[in-house]
């Protein structure tokens, strides 16, 4: 799901959707930034389940209703969704990353410098880069990419 904005740039949302800032696609030479946006929020979910987050944070209540007749109130995703994103989330796991980035033959650099252009935050992604020539694996030929970009701005 591509968002215009948002406190951050990539979600893990309920439903196993994530969710992409809008400049995450805009601001990229390459998609290589998405693609690693995508692995990282994959490998949180490893760890964490923002379905069990909503359902802890929106109470025993609202969990019966789900469980009882299939939904939660509106009142109460609407307040789940409001505060999602400017609570911390766990970070995904530094290894399970860069193991993922490595098996989808993704460079971590175009990622991390995304997410935080001066690189202080996502020091270890950079650092430990499984590929600094480069990624190795094609995510979107430029033609594909482009038609993305026109379709998000």
């Known amino acids: 799901v591509v968002v215009p904005d948002a ?13 992409i800032r809008r400049d995450l696609i805009e601001d990229q030479p390459t998609p290589e930034a998405v693609a690693g946006a995508i692995l990282a929020e994959a490998t949180r979910g490893q760890t964490w389940d923002p379905l069990a987050d909503l359902l802890t944070t929106a109470g025993p209540r609202a969990t019966f209703g789900l469980l009882t007749r299939g939904q939660i109130a509106d009142p109460v ?5 409001r505060t999602f994103l400017v609570r911390d989330r766990p970070a995904p796991e530094v290894d399970a990353t860069l193991a993922a980035f490595t098996a989808a033959g993704l460079s971590t650099r175009p990622y991390a410098l ?8 996502t020091l270890a992604l950079i650092e430990a880069d499984p590929l600094p020539g480069g990624s190795t694996a094609m995510v979107l030929d430029d033609g594909g990419w ?3 970009g026109v379709i998000c701005g």
């Open 7 to 19: 406190p951050t740039p990539s979600a893990l949302l309920p439903g196993n959707l994530i969710l």
């Open 77 to 81: 995703i609407a307040e789940y969704a």
């Open 114 to 121: 995304a997410v935080d252009p001066t690189g202080a935050a």
């Open 146 to 148: 482009l038609k993305l």
